[in-house]
């Protein structure tokens, strides 16, 4: 299974941006997905997912209230649409997915399939 990514780039703080995550098999209904994120320096961190079958979502507390992730069901994706960019979002974004439901969905190291990684770069 390949996780394909698109998006990203550089931004002015304040600014949006959404992320894609393609899956190229079967249905992105089935999957567990996660999208991390590294900053430079620092450690691969969790950001957000949601979970297999369209269940619920979960997001770290400093992005709750500016990123939201969801399913595309016609491009067989998940978005992460964030929006109010800071410069400490900027960090390399990765998104991974398992296929059916993972417990322990916000720990590094748990999927079983990873994106090429993103650059997202907040500076003004």
């Known amino acids: 299974v390949e996780l394909v990514q698109s998006g990203g780039g550089s931004l002015d703080p304040g600014s949006s941006v959404t992320l894609s995550c393609a899956v190229s098999?079967?249905?992105?209904?089935?999957?567990?997905v996660a999208w991390f994120r590294q900053a430079p320096g620092k450690e691969r961190e969790f950001v957000c997912s949601?979970?297999?079958?369209?269940?619920?979502?979960r997001y770290i507390d400093s992005v709750k209230e500016r990123f939201t992730i969801a399913r595309d069901n016609f491009k067989n994706a998940v978005d992460i649409e964030m929006v109010d960019m800071k410069s400490e979002d900027t960090a390399v974004y990765y998104c991974e997915a398992t296929l059916g439901p993972l417990q322990d969905d916000n720990a590094v190291g748990h999927y079983d399939c990873w994106g090429q990684g993103t650059q997202v770069t907040v500076s003004s």
């Open positions: 098999e079967g249905s992105i209904a089935s999957y567990t």
């Open positions: 949601t979970r297999w079958g369209g269940g619920s979502t």
